[in-house]
T-cell receptor, first 111, second 113 residues
Framework: SQTIHQWPATLVQPVGSPLSLECTVEGTSNPNLYWYRQAAGRGLQLLFYSVGIGQISSEVPQNLSASRPQDRQFILSSKKLLLSDSGFYLC??????????FGSGTRLTVV | SQKIEQNSEALNIQEGKTATLTCNYTNYSPAYLQWYRQDPGRGPVFLLLIRENEKEKRKERLKVTFDTTLKQSLFHITASQPADSATYLCALDLSSGNTPLVFGKGTRLSVIA
């Protein structure tokens, strides 16, 4: 069966520290992968998406970057976190014309 | 400008009644429209997908309609239960899967016993 793993579940990081969030998918090949951020009381903001290894599209210029080193691995990074990077980060996968399957999310608090 | 709007931020209804949530969009021509449920602190979960040439789709107590003339989708939960309390998100597929979904901000539904 297809599953998506996202970790950690919660993270508290100081301003200026680096960030690495990892997402892996099992049970499917060549999925489309997505990183979304959801601020409190707001909708889902698409940050990055990838249709294949090494192919990353950025939707919003910001302090974050993404990489896809393997077919089913998607990593969200930052070299120096800002207070405004706080939020609920969600990874998702899909195949074309299909539903999105989301991970359980990472609650990031930058202090 | 392009917009996707869900009728209200929050909706309270009595248990047993039908909940109706609205998703309106402007300056989009979606091929598909999807609805998701999100519980607090969790990722959204897919509920239903409806294509532009479909008027209505049903799944158990859920019903979705899609009117491309009105640029609107309605999401109904019949015989609502407190367990249906959650945030419901609509999402537009603009290019048959070639570009990411565009999500609305969601409607927080509370079903009161």
């Amino acid at each position: 069966s297809q599953t998506i793993h996202q970790w950690p579940a919660t993270l508290v990081q100081p301003v200026g520290s680096p960030l690495s969030l990892e997402c892996t998918v099992e049970g499917t090949s060549n999925p489309n992968l997505y990183w979304y951020r959801q601020a409190a009381g707001r909708g889902l903001q698409l940050l990055f998406y990838s249709v294949g290894i090494g192919q990353i599209s950025s939707e919003v210029p910001q302090n974050l970057s993404a990489s896809r080193p393997q077919d089913r691995q998607f990593i969200l990074s930052s070299k120096k976190l800002l207070l405004s990077d706080s939020g609920f980060y969600l990874c998702a996968w899909s195949v074309r014309l299909g539903r999105y399957t989301f991970g359980s999310g990472t609650r990031l608090t930058v202090v | 400008s392009q917009k996707i709007e869900q009728n209200s931020e929050a909706l309270n209804i009595q248990e047993g009644k039908t909940a109706t949530l609205t998703c309106n969009y402007t300056n989009y021509s979606p091929a598909y429209l999807q609805w998701y449920r999100q519980d607090p602190g969790r990722g959204p979960v897919f509920l239903l997908l409806i294509r532009e040439n479909e008027k209505e789709k049903r799944k158990e107590r859920l019903k979705v309609t899609f009117d491309t003339t009105l640029k609107q989708s309605l999401f109904h939960i019949t015989a609502s239960q407190p367990a249906d309390s959650a945030t419901y998100l609509c999402a537009l597929d603009l290019s048959s899967g070639n570009t990411p979904l565009v999500f609305g901000k969601g409607t927080r539904l509370s079903v009161i016993a």
